[in-house]
């Protein structure tokens, strides 16, 4: 158990930017994620810790946010002049030497990375992804079997096959 907030800020800071990115697939709104939750967390920290779960409810958080954010904006919104420099966690990075699946899992629309995210990185089922996305559990499956279908059509690509030496 954690004794207090800080030690959790200092301790679980690079985990959760990590699990920002891999829901936002963008480390600026990773970190408005992270930092979003954990002031929440700050609010209610007595409570939570008591529990015995705080990583849990700022993972929770984190992903309601993330998906409250998306629902308000579905478009990208192009700018005329890309950032200078880009923020680069060791992480991620070792996830991008992944052969571009971390590409096609950013290129998925957000609601199908935030189902895959969570059935395989968070390992919920499938009523417990549908409970925290506030869809049907039919839905959760839909979106899942989509996000994986578009992975497979990468992976099986003529380009994925000469970078993989198949």
Request: no cysteine; proline share 4%; charged share 30%.
């Amino acid at each position: 158990m954690v004794e207090d907030f800080g030690s959790f800020v200092r301790d679980r800071t690079s985990a959760l930017l990590r699990y920002g990115f891999v829901l936002s697939g963008n480390p600026h709104d990773a970190a408005d994620l992270a930092q979003e939750a954990l002031v929440r967390l700050g609010e209610r920290w007595s409570r939570v810790s008591a529990r015995g779960d705080p990583e849990g409810y700022v993972r929770t958080t984190m992903a309601r946010l993330h998906i409250s954010w998306w629902r308000r904006r579905r478009r990208e919104h192009p700018v005329v002049v890309l950032p200078e420099q880009s923020y680069v966690d060791a992480g991620i990075a070792e996830a991008e030497g992944d052969l571009g699946l971390w590409r096609a899992v950013t290129a998925l629309p957000p609601r199908q990375r935030a189902v895959l995210m969570l059935r395989y990185h968070e390992q919920l089922s499938d009523e417990e992804i549908a409970r925290l996305l506030g869809v049907s559990r039919g839905t959760v499956r839909s979106q899942a079997a989509r996000g994986l279908d578009k992975l497979r059509e990468v992976a099986e690509s003529p380009v994925a096959a000469r970078v993989m030496g198949r």
